[in-house]
């Protein structure tokens, strides 16, 4: 009876151990979440952040010492800062919000039958990354002349594992278009990773020509640029190609927040998978997505020739090797594509 009391009281502090370690991991996001959601600026915001730092410490070190109250008191206050965060929408986040040029409009597609008009497809000039002429066009696809899917992904400073994912689509009347699911930043906001997981952007879809998207990034930032052509089917397009439309009309009226680790350029990929494949289930490679590329050959997604290994049809799909050709840009970068 005693051993059994013993080992009762062992899994009693056991307990009481795990908790306060959750308490803890939960108070530091909440530190976070005080700091990038509250609506105080400057040295204010500072402070109150600190002060709510020592309010958790203290209160951590209360319940350690074995005074539930305490313990009562710290659950009580993370679960209002997370009921807090929860409820926050883009639309209050956002109120009154200026964006940066590159992400000022959202597209907006009517439909009429099989054409689509795409009111705000991007189609900046670039003299540099910085220095560019504003515009964007309105351009009209036939949906039934859509003939391949294109993956591409961006690799920046000499990055392996990271990388910028988007999706093209070619038709047969010559028409190329592109999409990018984006970081949306407010005038004067850096993103950053930390900031990215507390609702401090918003995600937008970007539909723009391939002359912009891809030659922004080979072009004037220098990015090692990979472009592979799919295996899907021409009504596996055609099908994605309308959802993905459809998805961004829906972002109209309901936006959503930009999460560094869950709703971001990659992950957003795994619809368009699923549509390939029902039966995909997520990889680790869509967070450490600079090797998403790779997953996707491994599972029969990108078009190669017999007997390539992966290495080499990544070798040949670097798109800067093409672009001094006489072509014009989407020709180019799609030199020796099958």
Same mark, same amino acid.
């Given at each position: 009876?005693?051993?059994?009391?013993?080992?009762t009281?062992?899994?009693?502090?056991t307990?009481?151990?795990c908790?306060?370690?959750?308490?803890?991991?939960?108070?530091i996001?909440c530190?976070g979440?005080i700091?990038?959601?509250?609506?105080l600026?400057?040295?204010?915001?500072?402070?109150?952040?600190?002060?709510?730092?020592?309010?958790?410490?203290?209160?951590?070190?209360?319940?350690?010492?074995?005074?539930?109250?305490?313990?009562?008191? *710290?659950?009580?206050?993370?679960?209002? =800062?997370?009921?807090?965060?929860?409820?926050?929408?883009?639309q209050e986040?956002?109120?009154n919000?200026?964006?940066?040029?590159p992400w000022?409009? @959202?597209?907006?597609i009517?439909?009429?039958?099989?054409l689509?008009?795409?009111?705000?497809? @991007?189609n900046?000039?670039y003299?540099?990354?910085?220095?560019y002429?504003v515009?964007?066009?309105?351009?009209?696809?036939d949906?039934?002349?859509?003939?391949?899917?294109?993956v591409?992904?961006?690799?920046?400073?000499?990055?392996?594992?990271?990388?910028h994912t988007?999706i093209?689509?070619?038709?047969?009347?010559?028409?190329?278009?592109?999409?990018?699911?984006?970081?949306?930043?407010?005038?004067?906001?850096?993103q950053?990773?930390?900031?990215?997981?507390?609702?401090?952007?918003?995600?937008?879809?970007?539909?723009?020509?391939?002359?912009?998207?891809? $030659? *922004?990034?080979?072009?004037?930032?220098?990015?090692?640029l990979?472009?592979?052509?799919?295996?899907?089917t021409?009504a596996?397009?055609?099908? =994605?190609?309308?959802?993905?439309?459809?998805?961004i009309?829906?972002?109209?009226?309901?936006p959503?927040?930009?999460n560094?680790?869950?709703?971001?350029?990659?992950?957003?990929?795994?619809? =368009?998978?699923?549509k =390939?494949?029902?039966?995909f289930t997520n990889?680790?490679? *869509?967070?450490?997505?600079?090797?998403?590329?790779?997953?996707l050959?491994e599972?029969?997604?990108l078009a190669?020739? $017999?007997?390539?290994?992966?290495?080499?049809?990544?070798? @040949?799909r670097?798109?800067?090797?093409?672009?001094n050709?006489a072509?014009?840009?989407?020709t180019?970068?799609?030199t020796?594509?099958l």
């Amino acid at each position: 009876m005693l051993k059994s009391l013993f080992q009762t009281v062992s899994w009693l502090n056991t307990g009481r151990y795990c908790l306060l370690v959750a308490l803890l991991l939960t108070g530091i996001w909440c530190i976070g979440a005080i700091y990038y959601t509250s609506h105080l600026q400057g040295i204010i915001r500072i402070a109150v952040t600190v002060l709510f730092a020592f309010a958790i410490l203290f209160l951590l070190a209360a319940s350690w010492k074995g005074d539930w109250i305490y313990t009562f008191d *710290l659950m009580i206050i993370e679960l209002l =800062i997370i009921g807090h965060f929860t409820l926050l929408s883009p639309q209050e986040a956002f109120r009154n919000v200026q964006w940066q040029k590159p992400w000022l409009h @959202r597209p907006h597609i009517t439909f009429n039958g099989p054409l689509a008009t795409i009111n705000f497809v @991007r189609n900046f000039s670039y003299r540099t990354e910085h220095d560019y002429d504003v515009n964007y066009i309105t351009m009209t696809i036939d949906m039934d002349k859509v003939t391949a899917l294109d993956v591409v992904l961006s690799h920046w400073d000499g990055l392996e594992n990271i990388a910028h994912t988007m999706i093209s689509f070619a038709f047969s009347d010559g028409q190329y278009l592109a999409f990018s699911m984006e970081t949306r930043l407010p005038e004067g906001t850096v993103q950053g990773m930390i900031p990215g997981l507390y609702k401090q952007y918003e995600l937008l879809s970007i539909a723009g020509t391939e002359e912009d998207l891809f $030659k *922004l990034r080979t072009n004037y930032r220098k990015e090692d640029l990979y472009l592979y052509r799919s295996n899907a089917t021409i009504a596996q397009c055609r099908m =994605i190609l309308s959802d993905l439309l459809n998805a961004i009309n829906r972002q109209q009226l309901h936006p959503r927040f930009y999460n560094s680790m869950t709703h971001n350029c990659t992950t957003s990929m795994t619809p =368009i998978l699923r549509k =390939i494949k029902p039966g995909f289930t997520n990889d680790i490679r *869509l967070l450490f997505n600079g090797r998403s590329d790779e997953m996707l050959f491994e599972m029969g997604y990108l078009a190669h020739r $017999k007997g390539e290994s992966f290495a080499e049809l990544k070798r @040949r799909r670097q798109v800067s090797q093409y672009l001094n050709t006489a072509s014009d840009y989407s020709t180019a970068i799609r030199t020796n594509l099958l």
